[in-house]
């Protein structure tokens, strides 16, 4: 069964950073592109960013690009999502993505002072 | 302003076959494939349809999914109390080069 979980939403003030993590099991971590998706409270989802299998390839939503950055280690079988100069609007819960397939429960940023 | 159109709302006794609408363009869902999500109050997307009908595993065929053009749709047959719940659109947009997600419609069975 796929599973993915993932950590380190937080509340932080504007301009700040943080780092999201993701562990992946059941699945070919290594063979699959990977996705965060965002959702604002009480909005539809957004797309934020997603990464080839070899982390050749990584494509953001204009709106994060030059401060969002995905990484992954396929020996850890881990995504990543590295958040800077965060605004209000960031403030969402983020899932992790097989592909755009299969998402976990998320974890919540917030982003106020 | 969502770059995929939905109806904001459906509804529908039990029973009865609902189906609601994703509008795009040619540079979204006239060249991509769609997939189809429902949400649950407090829960994370759940995939119902991949690559515009194909349903994965322990997906129920009451519900089914098409495309035409530049436009996708899910119907859900048979509908029950359960089903009630958001459902979402998203296509790869090469314009964008991004994904691209409808505004969801909020089913209700009434």
């Known amino acids: 069964e796929v599973q993915l979980v993932e950590s380190g939403g937080n509340l932080v003030q504007p301009g700040g950073s943080l780092r999201l993590s993701c562990t992946a099991s059941?699945?070919?971590?290594?063979?699959?592109?990977m996705s965060w998706v965002r959702q604002a409270p009480g909005k539809g989802p957004e797309w934020v960013a997603n990464?080839?299998?070899?982390?050749?390839?990584?494509q953001y939503v204009e709106s994060v690009k030059g401060r969002f950055t995905i990484s992954r280690d396929n020996a850890k079988n881990s995504l990543y999502l590295q958040m800077n100069s965060l605004r209000a609007e960031d403030t969402a819960v983020y899932y992790c993505g097989k592909d755009m397939e299969v998402w976990g429960k998320g974890t919540t940023v917030t982003v106020s002072s | 302003q969502s770059v995929l159109t939905q109806p904001p709302s459906a509804s529908g006794t039990p029973g009865q076959t609902v189906t609601m609408s994703c509008s795009g363009s040619s540079s979204n869902i006239g060249t991509s494939s769609v997939n189809w999500y429902q949400q649950l109050p407090g829960a994370a997307p759940k995939l119902l349809i991949s690559?515009?009908?194909q349903r994965p595993s322990g997906v129920p065929d009451r519900f089914s999914g098409s495309r035409s053009g530049t436009s996708a749709s899910l119907a859900i047959s048979g509908l029950q109390s359960e089903d009630e719940a958001d459902y979402y659109c998203v296509a790869w947009d090469r314009s964008l080069a991004a994904w691209v997600f409808g505004g969801g419609t909020k089913l209700t069975v009434l």
């Open positions: 990464i080839k299998q070899d982390g050749s390839e990584k």
């Open positions: 690559n515009n009908y």
């Open positions: 059941g699945f070919s971590f290594s063979s699959y592109w």
